[in-house]
């Protein structure tokens, strides 16, 4: 290991992110490189990747077209204003993705992150009902147990009380439906969970409570992610698209885990076939290289705000890094390096390889259920009582010792590896598991 990468001398100065600095200061965990499904920490070990970082590089890790496209463009166009001016690489993304998406959902707008992604969103629900005239539609509606981010709109919407409870009153006018985690009747499902679908009939009890004529939208992760990996029960998500279409309700998908190919289509509708009205993107988008998210949105939804003398700006909404030359050049090569090694298909070839291994654990200590759907799966451990978290994080730190990086999430560890996992990394990854499981307290 050469000098350059050794440990930094004072890691105070860095407040972390969703992180126990106390903890991780007195024994750091440092990655200095990272190739294909491996990342290399500092002391010289190769970590197998469980989680594609953040559930975000699907293409692995130092992918030589990502690489390339954004090296290139640093050097011809670093940055180029994002309003009132464009440059070729924004459109030409923008019409690759549009084509990827549901047919009706044909116009992107791009932001920087899947938290941004979402505020975008709610903007967009909201000023669309205005402009048609329903500007009392202010209500949104999410669900207990989502995550849409860290910003105001979206742990407003969102429903994991950690995020929300230290940050005051937050968006006025927001409900949410109930979660559809149900232990008792899905524990250890292979893929969809057979029981909750009548769980959305619940909006049909938010909507008689507000009145339609008060609700913008509904906002749900087809696939609940980052509360422990919550599929969606049979039949739910369709039921929500039909009551919202009842009230006139644009129902929006939080893909940004879901989205570029993790579940084996390029976004949930592709695999559970109901299509939102807006899809908010970020994450494998550029394959985490380079931070964007981007927001599809339906046609009609679009063209609504296209109206009015023509010199004004139609949606006053954006940022500075709006569809940034770097991160397209980074999100046209993780595209292409997704479609020349056929990625989305893949994750479907591997499911069931991967569902086998990852239930190979149901008899293990402390396993009270495992949920599985394309390439993600989930183990919930019963918690230490009066301790929560503490067993799931032990396995973290065991895991990383034995070189396997995996996510944990309140007791449960989460697993969403890049999707050019092979069959080997992923006896690689249980065998490993396998032995923290069995040396947890
Ligand atoms: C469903 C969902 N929405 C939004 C976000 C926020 O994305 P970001 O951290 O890029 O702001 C995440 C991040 O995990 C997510 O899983």
Redesign the pocket.
């Known amino acids: 290991m050469s000098e350059a990468v050794s440990r930094p001398n004072n890691l105070d100065a860095f407040w972390m992110p969703y992180t126990a600095n106390r903890q991780f200061k007195q024994t750091p965990r440092m990655f200095v490189a990272a190739k294909d499904m491996y990342y290399t920490t500092d002391d010289g070990r190769q970590v197998l990747d469980g989680t594609a970082g953040?559930?975000c590089c699907n293409a692995g890790h130092a992918r030589p077209k990502i690489v390339e496209a954004v090296q290139k463009q640093v050097a011809e166009l670093d940055y180029a204003p994002a309003f009132q001016l464009g440059h070729p690489k924004v459109f030409e993304l923008a019409t690759a993705l549009a084509e990827l998406a549901p047919p009706t959902l044909n116009h992107v707008f791009f932001t920087n992150?899947?938290?941004e992604s979402?505020e975008t969103a709610l903007k967009m629900a909201l000023g669309y009902h205005r402009i048609k005239g329903e500007g009392s539609r202010t209500r949104l509606i999410g669900r207990e147990r989502g995550?849409?981010?860290?910003n105001f709109g979206?742990i407003s919407v969102g429903g994991i009380v950690s995020n929300r409870k230290m940050f005051g009153t937050l968006l006025a006018g927001v409900d949410h439906l109930p979660h559809t985690h149900d232990i008792e009747r899905n524990a250890f499902s292979r893929g969809l969970p057979l029981h909750g679908a009548e769980l959305a009939d619940e909006l049909e009890r938010i909507v008689a409570l507000h009145d339609a004529s008060t609700i913008a939208a509904v906002i749900v992760?087809p696939m609940a992610?980052?509360t422990g990996v919550l599929m969606p029960p049979v039949g739910y998500l369709k039921r929500l698209r039909t009551i919202c279409d009842k009230h006139g309700i644009l129902l929006i998908f939080?893909e940004?885990?879901t989205g570029f190919g993790r579940l084996g289509g390029a976004f949930s509708s592709d695999v559970f076939g109901v299509i939102p009205d807006i899809i908010i993107t970020?994450?494998g988008l550029t394959s985490g290289v380079i931070p964007m998210g981007a927001v599809f949105v339906r046609d009609d939804i679009h063209d609504a705000f296209m109206h009015g003398p023509e010199h004004l700006i139609e949606f006053f909404h954006g940022y500075t890094y709006s569809g940034n030359p770097i991160a397209c050049a980074a999100a046209l090569g993780a595209l292409e390096t997704y479609k020349e090694e056929g990625l989305f298909e893949r994750t479907t070839e591997l499911a069931d390889y991967w569902e086998d291994a990852l239930h190979s654990l149901k008899d293990l200590p402390h396993v009270i259920d495992i949920r599985n759907y394309g390439l993600i799966g989930a183990i919930e451990l019963e918690p230490i009582a009066g301790k929560p978290t503490q067993r799931a994080f032990n396995a973290f730190l065991k895991a990383f010792d034995k070189n396997l990086l995996i996510r944990t999430t309140s007791d449960i560890i989460a697993l969403s590896p890049p999707l050019i996992i092979t069959k080997q990394q992923i006896d690689e990854l249980f065998d490993g598991l396998k032995s923290v499981l069995r040396s947890l307290d």
């Open positions: 953040l559930w992150s899947g938290s979402v995550y849409h981010g860290s979206g992760e992610g980052s939080d940004v885990i970020a994450k």
